[in-house]
């Protein structure tokens, strides 16, 4: 799905972001809801060479993969007019170009009740990408993180804050991937245990 084919007829349009969109959308919108889409799960498997990592440390950011039994928590922002062009544009050089992912639609749900559900753009990483890693376990996942950084900045800031925001503003979600990760990455850094070389997190991934 193209930008362009998005913004057709269009005066609104929400778009949902799940990863560093939920603390730093950085595009102008008209307004936020918290809420959750259905049928994908937030999961640390998807490659960084340019925001939180580089070529040589790929750092690990958020994707989704589809899982009819779950659900993933996020912010969708409303824009509009003008805006809809312009935060297309940017989030197609810092999603696609830069990160390596592909738009889909979604319904998105927002938490504050009696409201109805809304069609909502989303950026997700698959494993086609080259840049994908894929599946490993907490441990390696947080060991990888702890030691990249990329232009935006440390790779661990992606990952705290992202668990910061599922802790204010959702309480009531599980999501035993993303802390798992962020209590195995903390543990390095308070303990100052050096992480394993990359090279071994590398097994086992697409």
């Not at 362009?4 to 007829?9: A, G, N, S």
């Not at 950085?26 to 809420?35: L, M, N, P």
């Not at 989303?122 to 232009?151: F, H, M, R, W």
């Amino acid at each position: 799905m193209k930008p362009q084919d998005i913004i057709k007829e269009k005066s609104s349009l929400w778009i949902f972001g799940y990863g560093s969109l939920v603390w730093k959308p950085d595009f102008a919108y008209r307004r936020s809801k918290i809420g959750y889409i259905k049928g994908y799960k937030r999961r640390f498997w998807h490659g960084d060479d340019f925001h939180r990592g580089d070529k040589e440390k790929p750092g690990r950011v958020a994707t989704l993969v589809e899982d009819q039994e779950a659900c993933t928590w996020g912010v969708a922002y409303e824009v509009t007019d003008s805006q809809i062009e312009e935060s297309l544009q940017y989030l197609n050089i810092r999603e696609v170009k830069l990160g390596g992912y592909v738009t889909e639609m979604v319904e998105f749900i927002p938490k504050e009740k009696g409201q109805g559900s809304l069609p909502a753009l989303v950026y997700i990483a698959t494993s086609d990408n080259p840049i994908y890693l894929g599946p490993a376990s907490s441990q390696e996942i947080a060991a990888q993180i702890a030691i990249c950084s990329g232009k935006t900045g440390h790779n661990i800031e992606y990952l705290v804050r992202l668990a910061e925001f599922m802790r204010i503003y959702c309480p009531e979600a599980e999501d035993d991937h993303l802390f798992g990760i962020e209590e195995a990455v903390l543990n390095f850094v308070r303990d100052g245990i050096k992480p394993p070389e990359q090279k071994s997190l590398l097994v086992g991934t697409t």
